[in-house]
């Protein structure tokens, strides 16, 4: 059963779908003919109710993205998918999610694929800013914590995007981490796990590890 425009209001969208529904609005109020206002209403209700799907309710998931770190004995490993979707629409089969940002550092970016993107270059310019500076790379600790005070600034409007950490620190040792969007650090010694997959990651590596 569709919800009410009182429930749609009580419980808003995800801004895709919203700014979509207002559009909607916006281009029919344009039209020559004059409608009622509780016509327009019911027309603005109704584009939220359809665009009220599942499938719209986290931009975080709407280009899609599984990205899985996990710890040996002085090493590490990083995956991802490189599939570029939007929705169940598959756009690209070589998008890239990882991203090397030093020999021994690697950091992995899930979430809407423009704000991985801009993320990324932003956190490029940092370190080469770091290595100006201190004249050596970015211990991945640090590095982690330049993430998470460079996502902590846009927390208003945050980049939609998860990211992942992996790295070896002094004497070679493993280093792992996640965040959310405005940087709040998960450490972990086993594995992390980021995505629209999430959940079925954590189940396989439960399982192996």
């Known amino acids: 059963m569709d919800p009410s425009p009182y429930q749609l209001l009580a419980s808003p969208p995800s801004r895709p779908a919203f700014y979509s529904a207002w559009n909607f609005l916006y ?24 665009l009220r799907n599942p499938q719209f309710s986290d931009v975080f998931e709407y280009n899609g993205s599984a990205i899985v770190a996990m710890v040996g004995k002085n090493c590490f490993a990083i995956a991802s998918d490189r599939r570029l979707g939007v929705n169940l629409q598959t756009v690209a089969t070589d998008f890239q999610r990882i991203h090397k940002i030093h020999d021994k550092l690697f950091i992995g970016l899930s979430g809407l694929g423009t704000d991985a993107q801009t993320l990324y270059q932003r956190l490029v310019f940092r370190h080469k800013l770091y290595q100006l500076q201190e004249e050596r790379d970015m ?4 590095f982690a914590n330049l993430v998470s005070a460079v996502l902590y600034e846009k927390r208003f409007g945050p980049y939609f995007c998860q990211p992942v950490i992996a790295g070896l ?3 070679d040792k493993p280093f792992i981490c996640t965040m959310d969007s405005i940087g709040a650090q998960e450490l972990a010694k086993d594995f992390v796990v980021a995505g629209s997959a999430s959940e079925s990651l954590y189940g396989a590596c439960e399982a192996f590890f």
């Open 27 to 50: 281009r029919n109020s344009k039209r020559k003919t004059q409608r009622s206002p509780k016509y327009s209403f019911m027309l603005f209700s109704s584009s939220l109710a359809s």
């Open 139 to 142: 211990k991945p600790d640090t």
């Open 169 to 171: 620190g002094d004497d």
